[in-house]
T-cell receptor, first 113, second 113 residues
Framework: GAGVSQSPSNKVTEKGKDVELRCDPI?????LYWYRQRLGQGLEFLIY????????KSGLPSDRFSAERTGESVSTLTIQRTQQEDSAVYLC???????????FGDGTRLSIL | GDSVTQMEGPVTLSEEAFLTINCTYT??????LFWYVQYPGEGLQLLLK?????DKGSNKGFEATYRKETTSFHLEKGSVQVSDSAVYFC????????????FGQGTTLQVKP
């Protein structure tokens, strides 16, 4: 079946612009996660959704970052007034619940000029 | 807080050599432990997991044993192949109820023919 889909796969933008990243989880997966992977580093947790609510936003690095999920499906991660340190690969993962292993998308590579 | 430490790479081996990638963790409670793999140009995939002490996860010839006494989950393979060249990530899922993963920084493995 279809896996986790993320778009765009690559995004290049100028410093100060806003960007929106999209994640389509596997159908029926109620748990959805966003992670950030900086070059040469491991993944950092950003936010967790259960259905349409976000009980854990503890990893969002600043108030420039926000995320929402609608219809217990698609999620968008928005970064406002982008900075160069926001350059990274942003990965989305989904799971049927918080116990089953997470399935990852291919990520969005974000480059801030 | 919870954390994962992996041996630094890159690790370069000849085909058929024995592989060990060390992983140690710090966590409260009883975390579940995972190894994920990222092949060149592909997304992150679950390689194996263990959910309680002394469990051994295995897949594709790779093994890792959950050692609570040494807080370790080292990845091993008896005979590596060129196709095993990838980045390997150790991760834990803590005892909280969100299911979020804490990742190590990743270890790059290069296998030469």
């Amino acid at each position: 079946g279809a896996g986790v889909s993320q778009s765009p796969s690559n995004k290049v933008t100028e410093k100060g612009k806003d960007v929106e990243l999209r994640c389509d989880p596997i159908s029926g997966h109620t748990a959805l996660y966003w992670y950030r992977q900086r070059l040469g580093q491991g993944l950092e947790f950003l936010i967790y959704f259960q259905g349409n609510s976000a009980p854990d936003k503890s990893g969002l690095p600043s108030d420039r970052f926000s995320a929402e999920r609608t219809g217990e499906s698609v999620s968008t991660l928005t970064i406002q007034r982008t900075q160069q340190e926001d350059s990274a690969v942003y990965l989305c993962a989904s799971s049927p619940n918080t116990v089953e292993p997470q399935h990852f998308g291919d990520g969005t590579r974000l480059s801030i000029l | 807080g919870d954390s994962v430490t992996q041996m630094e790479g890159p690790v370069t081996l000849s085909e058929e050599a024995f592989l060990t990638i060390n992983c140690t963790y710090t966590a409260t409670g009883y975390p579940s432990l995972f190894w994920y793999v990222q092949y060149p140009g592909e997304g992150l995939q679950l390689l194996l997991k263990a959910t309680k002490a002394d469990d051994k996860g295995s897949n594709k010839g790779f093994e890792a044993t959950y050692r609570k006494e040494t807080t370790s989950f080292h990845l091993e393979k008896g005979s590596v192949q060129v196709s095993d060249s990838a980045v390997y990530f150790c991760a834990l899922r803590g005892s909280g109820n969100t299911g979020k993963l804490i990742f190590g920084q990743g270890t790059t493995l290069q296998v030469k023919p």
